[in-house]
């Protein structure tokens, strides 16, 4: 089974958006982990609420409240990374290391330490049909630096 196809006919009737249509075909940009300092504000803009609220005698329970949202609006704020290396250049500075010529790639994006850098995980294969070499590159998304060593290994061919 090759994943859920829904006919073109059955699609459009059904209005399903472009986004969940398996037949679109075209470019997808993964959205910057920067949006996180949205959310960072809002922490922050309820955190000084809370924290008017308790000054006023409202309740004590607001202070823990107001620590609490301004603890997650810092968090939120330190998490944001830009998203500085998009799919594309890290598709292209992985191909540029890799010991073979590349042939199929994929790229995901992962997110690694407290903070949740993000780094792009790069998976080539050689040019060959079928592949007989695939390899790991790891790519951190803000400076540029590969991550690790690259990860190279043989594959098993079909008899």
């Known amino acids: 089974m090759e994943g859920i196809r829904i006919p073109a006919e059955v699609?459009?009737?059904?209005?399903?958006?472009?986004?969940?249509?398996?037949?679109q075909l075209g470019p997808y940009r993964f959205p910057s982990?920067?949006?996180?300092?949205?959310?960072?504000?809002?922490?922050?803009?309820?955190g000084l609420l809370a924290v008017f609220g308790a000054l006023a005698n409202l309740g004590a329970g607001l202070w823990v409240v107001a620590?609490?949202?301004?603890?997650?609006?810092?968090?939120?704020?330190?998490?944001?990374?830009?998203?500085v290396i998009g799919q594309e250049r890290a598709l292209d500075?992985?191909?540029?290391?890799?010991?073979?010529?590349?042939?199929?790639?994929?790229?995901?994006?992962?997110?690694?330490?407290?903070?949740?850098?993000?780094?792009?995980?790069l998976i080539l294969y050689s040019a060959e049909d079928p592949p007989l070499t695939r390899a790991l590159v790891r790519i951190d998304?803000?400076?540029g630096h590969r991550v690790d060593e690259v990860y190279t290994e043989q594959l098993e061919q079909p008899d």
């Open 11 to 23: 699609a459009r009737e059904a209005g399903v958006p472009d986004d969940l249509d398996s037949g």
């Open 33 to 46: 982990p920067s949006r996180r300092r949205i959310g960072a504000r809002i922490y922050l803009a309820a």
């Open 67 to 83: 620590i609490g949202l301004l603890a997650l609006a810092y968090v939120h704020y330190r998490t944001a990374w830009p998203l």
């Open 93 to 121: 500075m992985a191909a540029a290391v890799a010991p073979f010529p590349v042939g199929h790639a994929s790229a995901a994006i992962g997110f690694v330490g407290g903070r949740s850098r993000p780094v792009w995980n």
């Open 141 to 143: 998304a803000v400076s």
